[in-house]
């Protein structure tokens, strides 16, 4: 079983920045990727950023050049940089672990991001 240590969210207003960590540990062989969704009232679930071994980043289109994703390896920890954050960001933000291409994922249990004024 893989437990998740999720901190970061909160209230900020429009233009402001939060940072999101999530530290994994447990029954972990491997990470192949992970990241973060998130999910508003009323919304499905939307991925947000990813970033696998490699280091390679994906993006959602709506937080390209303003939010930022980064891993250390070492601590099996992932990091969310959310700089210029909108109302619309408003949503719980939930990290994910995949150890293997293709494996079914293990989730954060979420935290929640509030931006208004």
């Known amino acids: 079983q893989v437990h998740f240590v999720e901190s970061g969210g909160g209230w900020v207003q429009p233009g402001g920045s939060l940072r999101l960590s999530c530290a994994a540990s447990?029954?972990?062989?491997?990470?192949?990727?992970m990241g973060w969704y998130r999910q508003a009232p009323g919304n499905q679930r939307e991925l947000v950023a990813r970033i696998n071994s490699g280091g390679s980043e994906i993006y959602a289109d709506s937080v390209k050049g303003r939010f930022t994703i980064s891993r250390d390896n070492a601590q099996k920890t992932v990091y969310l940089q959310m700089n210029s954050l909108k109302p619309e960001d408003t949503a719980v933000y939930y990290c994910?672990?995949?150890?293997?291409?293709?494996?079914?994922?293990?989730w954060g249990q979420g935290t929640q991001v509030t931006v208004s004024s």
């Open positions: 994910y672990l995949n150890q293997f291409s293709g494996s079914a994922p293990s």
């Open positions: 447990g029954s972990i062989f491997s990470i192949y990727t």
